[in-house]
């Protein structure tokens, strides 16, 4: 814990103030070194605005470069149950992905069981009875991006 006397709080605003001072000072003596621009010249150089001495000019493009048509549907359910102490079951639809990965990892990211998935309406059933009581997390990858990561737990 900090404890500050009265004398050393004087001294700390005595030499904030001279901060500030010194500051202020710097950023005017800098604003009066730098040239004064007279805004009727440089809006004489503007040809895009003559009333506006700053502007600018975008461009854009209005085609389309890429649409993907092919847009999986990804459903998945939670685990159930969950906390499991044997089989774990899984519901899920994957309509028109590439690929589909489903992984559980423990709690230090040691994967401990990989499957790929069918791209269908289906369910995944998981016995879990051989693995160490512990929390784990499961994810699913569908065309190599992760779509979520949620936790399992073990217990017996």
Known sequence: MLYLTK???????KYIFF????ISSLSQSIAQ??????????AAN?????????????????????VNDNIPVVEF????PNPVSSFVNFNYNIAG????????TDILGSEIYRVELQNENNKLSIDLSTYNVGVYF???FVDGRQQFTRKLIIRR
């Not at 901060?19 to 010194?22: A, T």
């Open 97 to 104: 992905a590439g690929s589909a990965e489903f992984i559980i």
């Open 138 to 140: 499961y994810s699913l």
């Open 46 to 66: 503007n040809k895009n605005n003559v009333d506006d001495p700053q502007s600018f000019s975008a461009v854009y493009d209005n085609n389309t470069t890429a």
């Open 7 to 13: 004398s050393k709080l004087t001294v700390m605003l």
């Open 77 to 80: 359910s939670n685990a159930y």
């Open 33 to 42: 070194s730098l040239p004064q621009s007279d805004p009727k010249a440089i």
């Open 19 to 22: 901060v500030f001072l010194l």
